[in-house]
């Protein structure tokens, strides 16, 4: 059952700007949490917000929840090549340990 | 740091044999999760466990089994491979109460 969905599929940006990402899911949620994917390789945790904070920052990343409207957004300030990647959302129920992931939206930022 | 070690990055088997992928981690994690991704569907739940023995199916079981014998290692067993069970594999882990899960680098699985 997929509950994230994420948008755009796909952001073409230029290194240095920034890039944001949009999430929306359709049921309650106790957190959200935002990956990364590597091409070919496993994701990796880059931050988790909980169903009752707005607002989260880890050095370049910010992410907003706003759970009236059923959605989040992931923001990338300064974007570099490095950061060419698949971002995926991800929401957590409090009544399961699974986690119910959106199908991505694939970054690229070019030199 | 967590690290989720999966036993293969690349495997190819023949339709109708029986293919063994294996994980472990080695931060005592409670939960651990099989997963598989395919171009355009995202990532999809197969199984997942969240204790020694215990399992739990996930959106698409069918043709997979596990098995969870110590909490560390974490198999997924394709019982009678088929084509369309080509795709990448990935296994994660993670603590109690939603907590980040940590992934493996994946197993591309083809299957011939």
């Known amino acids: 059952s997929q509950q994230g969905e994420e948008d755009p599929q796909a952001l073409s940006i230029q290194e240095g700007e920034n890039a944001t990402m949009n999430c929306s899911y359709k049921?309650?949620?106790?957190?959200l949490q935002w990956y990364r994917q590597n091409s070919g390789r496993g994701l990796v945790h880059l931050i988790l917000?909980?169903?009752?904070?707005r607002e989260k920052h880890s050095g370049r990343l910010r992410v907003t929840l706003d759970t009236s409207k059923k959605s989040s957004s992931l923001l990338i300030t300064a974007s570099r090549a490095a950061d060419t990647a698949s971002y995926f959302c991800?929401?957590?129920?409090?009544?399961?340990?699974?986690?119910?992931f959106g199908k991505g939206t694939k970054l690229t930022v070019n030199p | 740091d967590v690290k989720v070690t999966q036993s293969s990055r690349y495997l190819v088997k023949r339709t109708g044999e029986k293919v063994f992928l294996e994980c472990v981690q080695d931060?005592?994690?409670?939960?651990m999760f099989w997963y598989r991704q395919d171009p355009g569907l995202g990532l999809r739940l197969i199984y997942f466990s969240y204790d020694v023995k215990m399992k739990e199916k996930g959106d698409i079981p069918e043709g997979y089994s596990v098995s969870r014998e110590k909490k560390e290692r974490f198999s997924l067993i394709l019982e009678s491979a088929s084509t369309n069970q080509t795709s990448m594999y990935l296994c994660?882990?993670?603590?109690?109460?939603?907590?980040?899960?940590?992934f493996g680098d994946g197993t591309r699985l083809s299957i011939l």
């Open positions: 917000i909980r169903s009752n904070e």
């Open positions: 931060m005592d994690h409670e939960n």
């Open positions: 049921t309650s949620i106790n957190n």
């Open positions: 994660a882990s993670s603590g109690r109460f939603n907590q980040p899960q940590h």
């Open positions: 991800a929401t957590g129920t409090r009544n399961s340990e699974k986690l119910v």
